[in-house]
């Protein structure tokens, strides 16, 4: 991630002041946000992460946290506002686009016979 990229996502990450008697923070949160963009775009397994990143385990922890708290939704609504309004577009979407059939198939007819197997009509 480049340093305009951080920032630009920093301030939307929440830091976590330590509790009284807790550990002090040993992770660089720029380098536990690589981590987990590098998880989600090569798809690898957590597990699996290289070494010269932050553990697995931490960097996952930062992501459910960061999850379940809001702010990965505040970073995609910042940048897609962002984006959009590099493009001279309302930061705002203003249409939605619905899927629907637009071409309606002929109704067949009934399908009616004998099935010997059963001895049934239909």
Request: include cysteine; glycine fraction near 8%; hydrophobic fraction near 40%.
């Amino acid at each position: 991630m480049t340093d305009a990229q951080w920032s630009v996502i920093e301030p939307l990450l929440p830091v976590v002041h330590r509790r009284l008697g807790g550990r002090p923070r040993v992770h660089d949160r720029r380098l536990v946000v690589d981590t987990i963009l590098y998880v989600l775009v090569s798809g690898c397994a957590w597990r699996m992460v290289p070494h010269d990143l932050v553990p697995w385990s931490v960097a996952y922890r930062w992501f459910r946290e960061w999850t379940l708290d809001g702010s990965w939704q505040r970073v995609h609504d910042t940048l897609r506002d962002r984006v959009r309004a590099v493009d001279g577009r309302d930061p705002q979407p203003s249409a939605a686009v619905l899927d629907s059939q637009s071409v309606r198939s002929c109704e067949g007819g009934e399908a009616i016979g004998y099935d010997a197997g059963k001895r049934v009509r239909g």
